[in-house]
């Protein structure tokens, strides 16, 4: 079955960087569109940014100008650069494909992957 694997996540001092990846396994055709969504204790998941298959990017207002998405379509992969990191930004990171189409299945699907944590403090 098709997965989408994180990695990336980790501790890091406010104004740091990091990047995430996510990579999808398994036999993908195209996906079209993969984003990064996190979730803090005590809140709801919440969107951080997308990009679709033609590269068109959609950022939450809190996160832009400092972090940056981009994909290898090729590769099935997204990646999440983080700049200039907040402790508000700590959150467990998940990434988010939308229409699959792979050769498990006939019809195109949404898939989450497992998460990754990213702590943000001093």
């Known amino acids: 079955q098709v997965q989408l694997v994180e990695s990336g996540g980790g501790l890091v001092q406010p104004g740091g960087s990091l990047r995430l990846s996510c990579a999808a396994s398994g036999r993908v055709f195209s996906i079209f569109t993969m984003g990064w969504y996190r979730q803090a204790p005590g809140h709801e998941r919440e969107l951080v940014a997308t990009v679709s298959s033609g590269g068109t990017t959609n950022y939450a207002d809190s996160v832009k100008d400092r972090f940056t998405i981009s994909r290898d379509n090729a590769k099935h992969t997204v990646y999440l650069q983080m700049n200039s990191l907040k402790p508000e930004d700590t959150a467990v990171y998940y990434c988010?494909?939308?229409?699959?189409?792979?050769?498990?299945?006939?019809?195109?699907?949404?898939?989450w992957g497992q998460g990754t944590q990213v702590t943000v403090s001093s």
């Open positions: 988010k494909g939308e229409g699959l189409l792979t050769a498990e299945r006939y019809d195109r699907y949404d898939a």
